[in-house]
């Protein structure tokens, strides 16, 4: 079965530095990768995925993530990091080769302090 | 995400009422799930659903009962709701036509048992 760890609880960073938000995963086939953001009282929003191809992958609100797969890691980052990307992020991964059923991360709270 | 909307949005109740909780999709997409949320947990899968006669359980149906009214309507029913249900409910949806199944989720639900 699929799982995905997110090793921190909380990230804080101050803004303008760099954020990265870590995720490590566990699937038996290749990997359909998935970055969601959760505001306050809102649902979660997809930002980014990775299927194939280029491991860098460009998302939404200036996120990236990186695929590594010796690691089997899927970390999110962004260069410059604002006080409105404040939310909680959950990595997800789901088998390229099964249904549709994604498996969670816990979610990292990102504190960015002004 | 509007396409996806959860009623009630907000529930108190107490412990032995039965409760349900509704999600409608305008999105087209034919299968859809029910999370909870628990902090330091996640998101964990309590049913889905790949077409109006396909029901599946997840990780955590124990407790929980659904309906697949229609295509655009999924409910999630608490039969004699206990404080443990206390918790964030999301209903998300996706598209079975799209290789790499992103799924968008609604507002959620807050439902707090006492």
């Known amino acids: 079965a699929q799982s995905v760890a997110q090793p921190e609880d909380q990230v804080n960073v101050a803004e303008g530095n760099p954020l990265t938000v870590k995720c490590t995963y566990s699937?038996?086939?290749?990997?359909?990768l998935f970055w969601y953001v959760q505001y306050p009282n809102r649902g979660l929003q997809f930002l980014l995925k990775?299927?194939?191809?280029?491991?860098l992958v460009k998302g939404s609100y200036g996120f990236e993530a990186e695929f590594n797969k010796s690691q089997t890691s899927f970390h999110l980052k962004k260069p410059s990091a604002l006080v409105s990307d404040s939310a909680l992020y959950f990595c997800?991964?789901?088998?390229?080769?099964?249904?549709?059923?994604?498996?969670f991360g816990k979610g990292n709270q990102v504190v960015v302090i002004p | 995400d509007a396409d996806v909307t959860q009623t009630p949005r907000n529930r108190i109740t107490k412990t032995g009422k039965r409760i349900m909780l509704e999600c409608s999709q305008t999105k087209g997409h034919d299968r859809m799930y029910w999370y909870r949320q628990d902090p330091g947990l996640g998101l964990r899968l309590i049913y889905y659903?790949?077409?109006?006669?396909?029901?599946n359980k997840g990780e955590i149906s124990d407790g929980y009962s659904v309906s697949r009214q229609a295509q655009a309507k999924f409910s999630l029913s608490l039969e004699s709701a206990i404080p443990n249900q206390t918790a964030l409910y999301f209903c998300a949806t996706s598209d079975s036509s799209s290789q790499f199944g992103e799924q968008y989720f609604g507002p959620g639900t807050r439902l707090t048992v006492t």
């Open positions: 990775y299927i194939t191809g280029d491991n």
């Open positions: 997800a991964v789901r088998d390229s080769g099964g249904n549709n059923r994604l498996a």
């Open positions: 699937v038996s086939g290749n990997p359909y």
């Open positions: 659903s790949f077409d109006v006669k396909d029901i």
